[in-house]
């Protein structure tokens, strides 16, 4: 048991809290909020396994770009504010929700953790340099790839979008 | 460091995601519930990459592949593209059946084209709220 | 042995003709009269180039020759050769002398036809065929001319195509011919597949070092050849093949497509010899087609009828003979009769062409007394049926005289019932022709009560000379072509003669008596209903309607069965795939979230599964 174990387990703790709260909890606005304290913990656990770049990319992507999206989606779905008790599908279906939920991580963790039991690994001063050349070198045409990739999820948002508003109605939300 | 906090980690996200998606009746929280199982698939990656020795091209020469981290970069990446289409179908699935409900059974065909669904969606509740005259199957 | 000049002959002798119908038939629309013109020339040069092949041919053995070289077949060796001696040598001139005498007659008789000079050319075509077969050394050419002889006589046959009754005779031809051929290809299968070759020479050596007879091959072949031959159960096709235009008929029972089964049966001769079961089949078939068609013949209503009836008997008397003769004779016999049935058959055949022009159809009620003040026709169709009815000293008498000197030789069973068939037989042609030939010279014809348009006018002028010189030519041949044989080693046996000839007298004899009696024609003894029965023959029509009405019903069951039965386990997979995907779209309403649990629920099973069974 190291220091790097404990903060880990540490930051572990609260990212499996958050991210319960943030699929339980009866505000709406809340549950976005708490998934960015679950991806923000998550980004401190890259940091404690060091892989720093990740780390920073979560936070700048994830907790900045993508939550900022949820929040406005939510905003513009005219999500209500304060607690609602009817967030949740039908009792049986989260009865069989957690079954599932449950049966997922036991699965994971019945295939995953034999194989790293034994295994103590050193985590290396930084990893920056090394990824950044990985980045460029070995796997440039992947990323070349996705960022073809985000244009056309882009190009896509913007039709979807747009088809709905040429199939000539006014839009559902505006009307109410 | 041992590895099974880590993974422990990425099976408890997985489990959680898996309820939240399947928990959730606001399509926008459904989306919370699958970022979280994509978190849990790059805690794992993360947690794997610590392992990762340096791909060997022969005697003398080896590369450092980081396959393990620039993954789980590549997947934030996808998570931001898929988000956005994701969002853009949530908000238009707003706009014309007026509710993101995913437990409310859909009323006829959905045709955006003909007023009938939104006269539909327009007796079945608050839109953005549960749906009030939705029960179980 | 292999005389070159032979073998260069007879490649010309199957050249020429194919050669012939190429040119004529691409000349036939542009040029009609040019081609018609080839047709007719290069007929007259085949029979020229038939008589430097005999001439050449060796007395002794075979002379063998190249056509378009070997062909390899993975195992199966395919000389592609041509074989002849001298018997073979004699019925190539045969064929090649009667197609010349068709082709000329054929420039009268179809010049007012417009598709005569395509007629002509076909014709080449099917006397290249019969050249083929006669001369092939190698069991592919025989296949190959057998082959286009059958589509040669569905043309033929289904000339007038305006007429539903003739397109109606050629698919029946062709369908009862292929129908039958089935059995001579897998023959030819056995065979090659039992020596590795297509070979004749080689295929003989093989069975004659003792192998045991292949007679399941030889039987199946005789399968084809009853169907080319009109044997018994295929009879009902040749007198539905009068419905072609008379040369055509002349051609195809004079020297070709009937004829073929007795040039391979005659070829395969050493085969046969050593196999008395294939030998047995066929004198039964041969002995049962000889005499049931002759009583037919007896009794048909018209010219055309009678002489079909009467080649499907002559035809099954040169099979007897082939089946009936003992090893040692080496078929002559039947080969002989094959020659002499060639000659008077077409003279036959092509005076009845002349006697339809003259009386404006062939039914006997239009001809009767027809015959009367046309020169040459009365005495060479009389010559012709005298050569039928076996009277001395035609080529008909002294042939006939041959199968019977081979059937009396024979010791097998076969043989005996040959024999006793062949006597009747001979009876009972002597009839039918004397019954022709007294209803064609007296009496007073009816008129026609339609003008018939297929029907050519009667020869006058240069036509004239052109048509009774063949029909001349071929009666002069009939009377003293016997001669030939003669000469060639035939021998006539005084009391065989005697006894075939005494019955033959017998059977003019009753059919001149029967003549006397009102009306003057010897088959109205018969009662009416059998007389129209055997119009018919015997509705045996009617019986392959049935049949093939059978096989049909058959197949139908067979696809019942297999729809209802073989398939019925994949159907059944699938109805119940589409029911169950049917009641889950129904019990479905299109939940996201119920659809979105079963999903995930659904894969984590799989991944369950997957991981389980993995372990």
Redesign the interface.
Known sequence: MTTRDIVFICFAVLAAGCALLAVTTKQVVHAALWLVATLGTIAGCYFVLGAELVGLVQLLIYVGAVIILVIFALMLTRAPIGKHDDLATPGWQRAIAAVVGASLTALIAAVVLPVVTDAAVDIPASTNKGVSAAIFGVWVWPFELLSVLLLSALIGAFIVSQVVRAAGRPTGGEGR | ?????????????????????????????????V??LL??A???L??M???ERPYVLSETTS????GG??M???I??????????A??????M?????H?D?????EGEIE??T?EP?AA??SAGD????AQGV??? | MTSSTASTFAQLLVAVPVLAAVVSLILARSAPGASRAVSAVTAVLGFLVSVGLLVNVPAEGFAAATTVGPLQVGELKVPLELLVDRPFAVVALAVAFVVACIQLYSVWYMATDPRGAVFQAIVSMFGAAMLLVVLSGDLLLTLIGWEVMGWGSYLLIGHHTFRRSARRAAMKAFLLTRFADIGFVLGIVALAAQTGTTRLAVIFEHFGEGAAAPTAALVLMLIGIAGKSGLIPFHDWLPDAMEGPTPASALIHGATMVAAGTVVVGRLFPLYAESTDARLVLAVLAAATTVYTAVMAFTQNDVKKLLAYSTMSQVALMLGALAAAPAEEHGAAGLDHLVSHAVFKALLFLGAGWLAAIGGGTAFALLRGRMKGWGVLPVSFGLGLAALAGIPPTIGFVSKDGVVAAAREGTTTGAHIVLYATYLTVFLTAMYATRAYLVLVSGDPEEPDHHDDSHTPPPTGSSYTLVAGVIGTLGLLSLVGGAAFLVQGAHIDPTVAAVSVGIALLGVLVSWALSRRPGGDPATVLSESWARATQVNLGTDRVYAGFAAGVVALARVVVRLDNAVVDALPRGLASGATATGGAADRAHRGVPSTGLLAVLSGGLIVLVLGVALWR
């Open positions: 460091m041992h590895l099974t906090a880590p993974v422990l980690l990425s099976a408890v996200l997985a489990g959680i995601g898996a309820y939240g998606v399947l928990a959730r009746r606001n399509a926008v929280l459904v989306l919370i519930g970022e979280l978190s849990s790059n805690v794992l993360v947690a990459s610590t392992q590369v450092a592949m980081y981290q620039v789980t970069i590549f934030i990446t996808l998570a931001a593209a898929e988000i956005v289409v969002l853009a179908i949530v908000l238009a707003f706009r014309v059946i007026g993101i995913v437990t409310a059974a859909p955006p084209a007023d939104v969606a327009a839109p953005g709220s549960p029960s179980g199957p």
